[in-house]
């Protein structure tokens, strides 16, 4: 199976900067099919990011995805608050479907 | 809007059995797929499976085969998910999450259903 790693493990940024979190893949993943999410406390994932770069329904254009290969990455420009959420990437290119660990992202 | 609705928090005991409902609205039912996603307390995401509500196909991760089945009423736009000879290992929020054919990312997510798992 694919197996993502999803780097920092947390960080801990202050409102108005900007925040990259990675994800590595295992292998490449197939056609570019990565997605991030973003699970805030007490509350299911909600979908960001799908196709590595394509925003989801109604999600702000603070939130971008790149990459390509086994290497993709989520750009948060402009924290707030409520940013403040465990950010997952999950691969649908390879059966399993296979999910990062999570990156924890605090907002000072 | 759409929206799936699951049923309610579960305590079972080893070796018992479990069955989920997820309850859809807002969409044709028709049109996607559900798939199961758990997540162990103060763990990741885990994928569990899917099923095609109009065709019946299904796939399941393999590490639950033989123990998971997903089943869907389509005069109720509603899906089952039923887990058999649970374990301490089972216990966490299990999740179903709607997809489109052919496009496996989850853009509705059902609120949860926490699934404990104790003698």
């Known amino acids: 199976e694919v197996v993502l790693t999803q780097s920092p493990g947390s960080l801990s940024l202050s409102p108005g900067e900007g925040a990259t979190l990675s994800c590595r893949a295992s292998?490449?993943?197939?056609?570019?099919?990565l997605a991030w999410y973003q699970q805030r406390p007490g509350q299911a994932p909600r979908l960001l990011i799908y196709?590595?770069?394509s925003r989801a329904t109604g999600i702000p254009d603070k939130f971008s995805g790149s990459g390509s290969g086994a290497d993709f990455t989520l750009t948060i420009s402009r924290l707030e608050p409520e940013d403040c959420a465990v950010y997952y990437c999950q691969q649908y290119g390879t059966s399993p479907i296979t999910f990062g660990q999570g990156t924890r992202l605090e907002i000072k | 809007q759409v929206q799936l609705l699951q049923s309610g928090p579960e305590v079972k005991k080893p070796g018992a059995s479990i069955k989920v409902s997820c309850k859809t609205s807002?969409?044709?039912?028709?049109?996607?797929?559900i798939t199961w996603v758990r997540q162990a307390p103060r763990q990741g995401l885990e994928w569990m499976g899917w099923?095609?509500?109009?065709?019946?196909?299904?796939h399941y991760v393999q590490k639950l085969q033989g123990r998971i089945t997903m089943t869907a009423d389509t005069s109720t736009s509603t899906v089952y998910m039923e887990l058999r000879s649970l374990r301490s290992d089972d216990t966490a929020i299990y999740y179903c999450?709607?997809?489109?054919?052919?496009?496996?990312?989850?853009?509705?997510w059902g609120q949860g259903v926490l699934v404990t798992v104790s003698s």
């Open positions: 807002g969409y044709n039912f028709s049109n996607y797929d």
């Open positions: 196709d590595a770069s």
């Open positions: 099923i095609s509500v109009d065709t019946g196909n299904r």
């Open positions: 292998q490449t993943v197939r056609n570019g099919y």
């Open positions: 999450t709607r997809n489109q054919r052919g496009h496996e990312w989850f853009d509705s």
